[in-house]
T-cell receptor, first 116, second 116 residues
Framework: GAGVSQSPSNKVTEKGKDVELRCDPI?????LYWYRQSLGQGLEFLIY????????KSGLPSDRFSAERTGGSVSTLTIQRTQQEDSAVYLC??????????????FGPGTRLTVL | AQKITQTQPGMFVQEKEAVTLDCTYD???????LFWYKQPSSGEMIFLIY??????QNATEGRYSLNFQKARKSANLVISASQLGDSAMYFC?????????????FGSGTRLQVQP
């Protein structure tokens, strides 16, 4: 079946602009995650959605970052007033949420964001 | 807070030989899961293998096995019969289990290069 898809694959923006990154999880997966991968910070958790529960936003680095998930499926990560330090690869993952055990997270190809 | 340490920034191995990638972790929790992911140059994170903290046997998946030493807090990945296609970044990750905790914490990764 289809894996996690993300769009765009690459995004170049100017400092101060807002950007939106999209994630389409694996069909049937109820849990969705955003991570950021940068040279300086490695892989960092940003936010997690599960069904209709309140999202876990504990990894968002500032209030310029927000995310929503519509209809329990597609998610959009929004970065307002982008800064150069926001340049990174943004990875989305989904999992079937089969309880507190393994529940492997499957990742998409990522969106490479470059802030000039 | 939990931490994952991968002390080998880069490794070389000859084709058809076995290689061990090191991973140590630090947590005071008793219930956790350990994951290994492969990231080829294409950028997508590919799940390889999982070990739960209460699993008594070491996990195996094809050519991948996990050498889990709980007392030493290590979860080394062993790749047998290396292939050229195994050249990639490898990340060790941990997730605490229970109480709705879902975020993966990643190590800094090991770049493996398989030589013909």
């Amino acid at each position: 079946g289809a894996g996690v898809s993300q769009s765009p694959s690459n995004k170049v923006t100017e400092k101060g602009k807002d950007v939106e990154l999209r994630c389409d999880p694996i069909s049937g997966h109820t849990a969705l995650y955003w991570y950021r991968q940068s040279l300086g910070q490695g892989l960092e958790f940003l936010i997690y959605f599960q069904g209709n529960s309140a999202p876990d936003k504990s990894g968002l680095p500032s209030d310029r970052f927000s995310a929503e998930r519509t209809g329990g499926s597609v998610s959009t990560l929004t970065i307002q007033r982008t800064q150069q330090e926001d340049s990174a690869v943004y990875l989305c993952a989904s999992s079937p949420f089969v309880g507190e055990g393994q529940d492997t997270q499957y990742f998409g190809p990522g969106t490479r964001l470059t802030v000039l | 807070a939990q931490k994952i340490t991968q002390t080998q920034p880069g490794m070389f191995v000859q084709e058809k030989e076995a290689v061990t990638l090191d991973c140590t972790y630090d947590t005071s929790d008793q219930s956790y899961g350990l994951f290994w992911y492969k990231q080829p140059s294409s950028g997508e994170m590919i799940f390889l293998i999982y070990q739960g903290s209460y699993d008594e046997q070491n996990a195996t998946e094809g050519r991948y096995s996990l050498n889990f030493q709980k007392a030493r807090k290590s979860a080394n990945l062993v790749i047998s019969a290396s292939q050229l296609g195994d050249s990639a970044m490898y990340f060790c990750a941990m997730r605490l289990l229970g109480r709705g905790r879902r975020a993966l914490t990643f190590g800094s990764g090991t770049r493996l290069q398989v030589q013909p």
